[in-house]
């Protein structure tokens, strides 16, 4: 059975830093393509980075650059995504997904399976 679970989600205050988690099970990352996804009330969902199957390869939204940084282990069927720097506008239920891509990981949509999701919210 194939399924993701986020954790690592928190209260933070601006200028902070969390690493979120996503247990992947039931499928390889050699081939599945990880994406992170965030949604805020009232507004859609963003794509906000990916990892590729392949290399690794890691595409982030201009929103996040800089900030963000994705890493997996295969072995452990694992991707986190490290948030550095929060600010306000971050706060969102963070998602990961995953999509069969055997090479990159964009574009940003047609990810069909998901996790539940981990609330992160920055404020002082």
């Known amino acids: 059975q194939s399924q993701l679970v986020e954790s690592g989600g928190g209260l933070v205050q601006p200028g902070g830093s969390l690493r979120l988690s996503c247990a992947v099970s039931?499928?390889?990352?050699?081939?599945?393509?990880i994406g992170w996804f965030r949604q805020a009330p009232g507004k859609e969902r963003e794509g906000v980075s990916c990892?590729?199957?392949?290399?690794?390869?890691?595409y982030y939204a201009d929103s996040v650059k800089g900030r963000f940084t994705i890493s997996r282990d295969k072995a452990k069927n694992t991707v986190w995504l490290q948030l550095n720097s929060l600010k306000p506008e971050d706060t969102a239920v963070y998602y990961c997904?995953?999509?069969?891509?055997?090479?990159?990981?964009?574009?940003?949509?047609?990810?069909?399976?998901w996790g539940r999701g981990t609330q992160v919210t920055v404020s002082s």
């Open positions: 997904a995953a999509a069969w891509r055997p090479v990159d990981c964009v574009p940003l949509h047609g990810y069909n399976y």
């Open positions: 039931g499928f390889t990352l050699d081939y599945y393509a």
């Open positions: 990892i590729s199957s392949a290399d690794g390869t890691a």
